[in-house]
Nanobody, 124 residues
Framework: QLQLAESGGGSVQAGDSLTLSCAAS????????TAWFRQSPGKEREFVAG????????RIADSVKGRFTISRDNSKKITYLQMNALEPEDTAVYFC?????????????????WGQGTQVTVAS
């Protein structure tokens, strides 16, 4: 069973940057596509960004496009979410999730494996 562990969350000021990491316990990282989601209190979980197993065709949600980027280093089995120009509205618990990469468009739902989440708090 694939296990995921997020790190890098914290409390920052508006306009700051933060990089989240998602470490995967697998010998075949290219086999899985990975995505980041976030959830704020009282809101549904929201897709933020996703990337294929080989680090291609990143998909970024419109709400963060131009500020967030996703990348991965398969030699380290880590997927990153670089977050720039953070806003108070970005405050949420951020989760990484994975599923087998069958190719095609990166989905925004249907992920099988999930991490425990890491809190990001942005003060105004």
């Amino acid at each position: 069973q694939l296990q995921l562990a997020e790190s890098g969350g914290g409390s920052v000021q508006a306009g700051d940057s933060l990089t989240l990491s998602c470490a995967a316990s697998t010998d075949n990282p290219t086999y899985y596509l990975t995505a980041w989601f976030r959830q704020s209190p009282g809101k549904e979980r929201e897709f933020v960004a996703g990337i294929t197993g080989y680090g291609r065709r990143p998909r970024i949600a419109d709400s963060v496009k131009g500020r967030f980027t996703i990348s991965r280093d398969n030699s380290k089995k880590i997927t990153y979410l670089q977050m720039n120009a953070l806003e108070p509205e970005d405050t949420a618990v951020y989760f990484c999730a994975s599923k087998v990469d069958y190719g095609g468009t990166i989905p925004t739902s249907g992920y099988l494996y999930w991490g425990q989440g890491t809190q990001v708090t942005v003060a105004s």
